[in-house]
């Protein structure tokens, strides 16, 4: 079984500062891969980023910045300078073979809300 | 313009009353799949589909059913809705089956009285 545990339910920051969202996996697969999604207040669901299993390099992009790390099962998620927009739900889901099919599962989402 | 469409945004029905909601990509997607996402609960897979006539239960599976008799639809079919079905239901398709990202659908909000 796979698991995506996003231990953080609500976080609340002021405008610029930094705000790091956690997710912890696990599973028993070797090849796997991870993503993160925002879910604005309008709804839709807006894909950040995806990591596989064997690139362990950290990403930025502009504010942005993905930190994985195999040896913890952690790929977490810092906003530098929050900005108001960044508030939303943010998702990290976990894709991984299971019997045979690659399954897709997400964590409970962190909510971030960013006071100007 | 590349996107995932569902149909209808809104709906709201009684226990019992059989119903379906449509979904449909224009990307050429192999992989394509349904969630509900309820409040603490995030995201939860209900089926998912590797490809045509290929289908499989996620973790909520119970209640619902789904085709893939085309490439670019996967309908959602509630047979008997309860109000536990009650939800927020979004559909996802990605090129490869769980490996790229998802694009998801605008959701379904379901209310069952």
């Known amino acids: 079984a796979q698991k995506v545990t996003q231990a953080q339910t609500e976080i609340s920051v002021v405008e610029k500062e930094d705000v790091t969202l956690d997710c912890v996996y696990e599973t028993r697969d070797t090849t796997y891969y991870l993503f993160w999604y925002k879910q604005p207040p309008s709804g839709e669901l807006v894909f950040l980023i995806r990591?596989?299993?064997?690139?362990?390099q950290n990403e930025i992009s502009g504010r942005y910045s993905w930190n994985f790390q195999k040896s913890t099962s952690s790929f977490n998620f810092t906003i530098t300078a929050s900005q108001v927009v960044d508030s939303a739900v943010y998702f990290c889901a976990l894709s991984s073979n299971s019997g045979g099919y690659q399954k897709v599962t997400f964590g409970t989402g962190t909510k971030l809300q960013v006071i100007p | 313009e590349a996107q995932v469409t569902q149909n209808p945004r809104y709906l709201i029905t009684v226990t019992g009353k059989k119903l379906t909601v449509t979904c449909s990509q224009n990307m050429n997607h192999e992989y394509m799949s349904w969630y509900r996402q309820d409040p603490g609960l995030g995201l939860r897979q209900i089926y998912y589909?590797?490809?045509?006539?290929?289908?499989d239960k996620g973790d909520v599976p119970e209640g619902y059913k789904v085709s893939r008799k085309e490439k670019r639809n996967f309908p959602l079919i509630l047979e008997s809705p309860s109000p536990n079905q009650t939800s927020l239901y979004f559909c996802?398709?990605?090129?490869?089956?769980?490996?790229?990202?998802?694009?998801f659908g605008p959701g379904t909000r379901l209310t069952v009285l």
């Open positions: 996802a398709s990605s090129l490869r089956s769980g490996v790229d990202e998802q694009f």
């Open positions: 589909s590797m490809n045509v006539e290929v289908t």
């Open positions: 990591r596989n299993s064997f690139d362990e």
